[in-house]
């Protein structure tokens, strides 16, 4: 018996990094997946390896709402209810505050505050209907203090916790379930960019930013994407998690702890 049995689960963002490590944990505890991402090659292809029986791939910019409409109604043909959500989709840049074009700002404002309104707003009636369920956002660790230079981003991650948990009061007579994960530093392509680089400088660099988190973070390292899915699992399944809703759940090694004199 999986911890997801019966359950149809829409993941955002899900064609690699967290999301994709999400997609595979909640197939392997038997869930039926949705992934929904911009990348269509990699999408299909992580689809097609999960089995056509357990997960599908669509096309979903999640700052579009005829996207999410679509990205619905394909599931339910698919697999005849949503239950669950995971609002994984997201984007990061640095600059510094004031040199931030308006553009780019707009733009992650578009995926990670946008985009999880519209897929609360798309699928919550579904999940309802399909008798309750579970929402689960991806926040940050730059959503619950600020970091220079990542302005745009620790603003919509901050939203992001907002939005949980007004969901999770409007939601909760609608036996929906609202919770945000925040990471820290997760060795994905996201915050690492050696995954789609091998250029010797990328490289170089990455080796310079896991120094770096070895020093910041209490625990020594940085993060593994299948130790995000797994507090995803966490909160999505019923059995584990039936009485936590509106809550900020950080997985970042101790980082915002505080700082170490060790």
């Known amino acids: ?21 999400e997609a595979r944990l909640f197939v392997a505890e038997g869930a039926r997946v949705v992934v929904g991402d911009v990348l269509d090659e990699q999408g299909e292809a992580l689809a097609k390896e999960l089995g056509h029986e357990r997960a599908r791939y669509v096309h979903l910019d999640v700052g579009e709402e005829a996207d999410w409409a679509a990205a619905v109604t ?74 220079a230079y990542i302005g745009a981003y620790s603003a919509t991650k901050h939203a992001v916790i907002g939005l949980t948990r007004v969901a999770a009061l409007e939601l909760a007579k609608r036996h929906i379930r609202v919770n945000a994960i925040c990471p820290g530093a997760i060795d994905t392509a996201m915050s690492n960019p050696a995954h789609l680089d091998p250029d010797a400088d990328v490289a170089k660099a990455s080796r310079g930013l896991d120094a770096l988190y070895r020093k910041l973070v209490p625990l020594g390292r940085v993060g593994r994407a299948e130790e995000v899915a797994r507090l995803a699992l966490f909160l999505t399944a019923a059995e584990d998690s039936a009485y936590i809703t509106g809550q900020p759940f950080v997985i970042d090694g101790g980082w915002l702890a505080g700082v170490s004199t060790l």
Do not use: C, H, W
Not at 86 to 113: D, H, M, S, Y
Not at 117 to 142: C, H, Q, R, W
């Open 1 to 21: 018996m999986g911890k997801l049995d019966g359950r149809v689960v829409i993941v955002t963002g899900g064609a690699r990094g967290q999301g994709e490590q």
């Open 74 to 147: 394909a599931t339910k043909d698919a697999f005849g209810a949503v239950d669950g959500l995971v609002n994984n989709a997201g984007i990061l840049r640095f600059n510094e505050l004031v040199k931030t074009p308006l553009e780019e700002f707009e733009r992650i404002v578009r995926v990670n505050q946008t985009g999880v309104f519209l897929g609360i707003k798309a699928t919550a009636p579904e999940i309802a209907a399909a008798g309750g369920g579970s929402i689960v956002n991806t926040a940050s660790y730059a959503g619950m203090t600020g970091m």
